[in-house]
C-alpha cells in the first residue's frame, strides 16, 4: 500500500447535467484529491468494521446452540433481527443523504453494534439477545450505506470502481483474521469470549474513523447530486427511484440471491454442531476463512473489470456460483470438499459486494438519492435475508436437509434467469469528464 494519489477519469451516466455541472465548477473539495491520511484511514476502518461485524456472523448461531437454544429459537431471533433492520434501512438511508458529517453516524453505529456483542457475550437470554440483534440490525443499516457514501464523497463517482474493490479488500482481510481468531478461541476457551474479544474492536474503530478528516468528504458527491450544489445539493423527487425498472429489477435479483444465500451458512453451522463436535468452530471458521481470502484476492479486480468488462457479465457470474455451492451442501456433509466449495462464495462476495453500491450509484447518479437508493435496495435484499433462515429451518425439520439445500439452489437459478433477462448494462460509455481521486 502507498500513500499516492493517482488522477482517474471514467464514464458518466448523464452527460448533459453533468457537462452543465462542470461547467458551472465545483466550488469547494470537488476538484481537490483527499488527504492521504483519509484513504489510509478508510482502508483500515474497513478492515475493523469487518471484524467487528464477524461478531454476529455464523458463530451467532453456533455459541447459542452452546447455551441450548433450539434451531427454530435461533432462525426467530435471526429473522426479527432482520426485520428490524430492513424496516430502518430506508430511513437511514435518508438520513445519510441529508446528514453532513457521515462520519458521526458510521461511529454511532459502530458503538451500536460493540454494545449489542456486549450483550450477547453477557446476557444470552432471549430478551437481551432478540434486544442486541435488533440494534446490531439497525445500525448495520447505518455503517454499509455510511462507508458507501463516504467512499463517494471522497472520490469520487468516476473513481468509485476502484475505490470499493479495495474498500471489500480490506474488509474480506478485516475478516479473514477475525473469523481465524474466532475459531481459534472458539476451540480453546468457551464460546463467550469470541464475543468479548470482538467488542474490543470498538474503541479502536473509533479513533480510526477520526482520522479520515471530514473536509476530505464532499457532501453533495457522497449522496450522488451535482458537485456545483456542495453544501445544499438539488435532488428528484423519491418518488422517481421507483420509476426506473432497471433499480427494481436489481433490487428483486438481490432479493431471491439473499432469500437463498442468508441460511446456508447458519444451516450447516448448527449441522457441524452435531456431527463434529468440539470441532465445529474451528471447520466453520475454515467455511468463512476460505471465501475471505478470495474475496481478498478479487475485490480489486472486480473494480478494475467493471471498468473494462461493466457490471452485467460480473453480476452475472456472481449469482450463478449460488446455486453450485448449495447443490453439494445438498449431496455431502464432508467438511474437506465443502471447504474447498466454499471458493465459489469467495466469487460471489467479491462481485456483489463491489458492485451493488457501484451500480445503485449510476442509477442514481445526479438525483442526489444515491443513499435513499441503497437504502431501497438494502430493504428489497433485507427481506430475503430476514425471511431466509425461517423458511430453510421449516423445509429443513419438514423435508430434510437435503431439500432444504435444494430449494436454496431452485431459489438461486431464479434468480439468475431474471437478471439474465431483465436487467442490462448500468456502466454507460459516455466521454469521460467528471473527476474523480483513487489511491494507489
Not at 427511484?241 to 441460511?263: E, I, K, M, V, Y
Not at 453480476?315 to 446455486?323: D, F, H, K
Not at 458492485?355 to 445503485?360: F, N
Not at 428489497?380 to 436454496?408: D, K, P, W, Y
Request: include cysteine.
Amino acid at each position: 500500500m502507498t500513500g499516492s494519489l493517482v488522477y482517474v477519469s471514467h464514464a458518466i451516466s448523464d452527460p448533459a447535467a453533468t457537462g452543465r455541472q462542470m461547467r458551472a465548477g465545483a466550488p469547494n473539495a470537488a476538484d481537490t484529491p483527499p488527504a492521504a491520511q483519509s484513504l489510509r484511514a478508510l482502508d483500515w476502518l474497513n478492515f475493523l468494521l469487518a471484524a467487528l461485524l464477524m461478531g454476529f456472523g455464523p458463530f451467532l448461531g453456533l455459541y447459542l446452540a452452546d447455551q441450548g437454544w433450539m434451531p427454530a429459537q435461533v432462525g426467530l431471533i435471526l429473522t426479527l433481527g432482520g426485520l428490524a433492520g430492513l424496516l430502518s434501512q430506508i430511513p437511514a438511508g435518508e438520513l445519510i443523504d441529508m446528514v453532513k458529517s457521515k462520519r458521526v453516524l458510521v461511529g454511532t453505529g459502530a458503538v451500536g453494534v460493540t454494545l449489542a456483542i456486549l450483550t450477547l457475550a453477557l446476557r444470552p437470554d432471549f430478551s437481551p439477545v432478540l434486544a442486541a440483534a435488533v440494534v446490531q440490525a439497525m445500525s448495520g443499516s447505518i455503517i454499509g450505506p455510511g462507508i458507501a457514501a463516504i467512499s463517494l464523497g471522497l472520490v469520487g463517482h468516476d473513481a468509485l470502481a476502484g475505490r470499493l474493490g479495495r474498500n471489500y479488500q480490506f474488509a474480506s482481510v478485516g475478516g479473514l483474521a477475525a473469523a481465524a481468531t474466532m475459531g481459534v478461541v472458539g476451540y480453546l476457551l468457551p464460546t463467550r469470549d469470541i464475543f468479548l474479544l470482538t467488542a474490543a474492536l470498538g474503541p479502536l474503530l473509533l479513533l480510526v474513523l477520526a482520522r479520515i478528516r471530514g473536509s476530505d468528504i464532499h457532501f453533495a458527491r457522497s449522496c450522488g447530486a451535482p458537485d456545483m450544489h456542495p453544501t445544499h445539493p438539488q435532488r428528484v423527487s423519491r418518488a422517481a427511484l421507483l420509476g426506473d425498472h432497471r433499480l427494481l429489477t436489481f433490487a428483486f435479483c438481490l432479493f431471491l440471491f439473499q432469500l437463498a444465500n442468508a441460511s446456508i451458512l447458519p444451516l450447516v453451522g448448527q449441522t457441524l454442531r452435531h456431527t463434529e463436535g468440539s470441532w465445529s468452530p474451528l471447520i466453520l471458521s475454515g467455511f468463512v476463512v476460505v471465501p475471505q481470502i478470495v474475496v481478498a484476492l478479487l475485490a480489486p479486480w472486480v473494480g478494475q473489470k467493471a471498468e473494462t468488462w461493466g457490471r452485467r457479465p460480473l453480476l452475472l457470474i456472481g449469482l450463478a456460483v449460488l446455486p453450485i455451492r448449495s447443490s453439494f451442501f445438498a449431496f455431502t456433509a464432508d467438511p474437506a470438499p465443502l471447504a474447498i466449495v466454499q471458493v465459489l462464495d469467495g466469487l460471489s462476495g467479491a462481485t456483489l459486494g463491489v458492485l451493488t453500491a457501484l451500480v445503485t450509484a449510476d442509477l442514481t447518479r445526479g438525483t442526489g438519492r444515491f443513499n435513499l437508493a441503497q437504502g431501497l435496495v438494502a430493504t428489497v435484499s433485507g427481506i430475503g435475508a430476514a425471511l431466509s433462515t425461517s423458511l430453510s429451518g421449516l423445509i429443513v425439520a419438514s423435508h430434510g436437509q437435503m431439500a432444504g439445500f435444494l430449494s436454496i439452489t431452485a431459489v438461486g437459478v431464479l434468480a439468475v434467469a431474471i437478471f439474465w433477462f431483465y436487467m442490462p448494462e448500468t456502466k454507460l460509455p459516455y466521454p469521460r469528464s467528471q473527476r474523480g481521486f483513487a489511491q494507489s
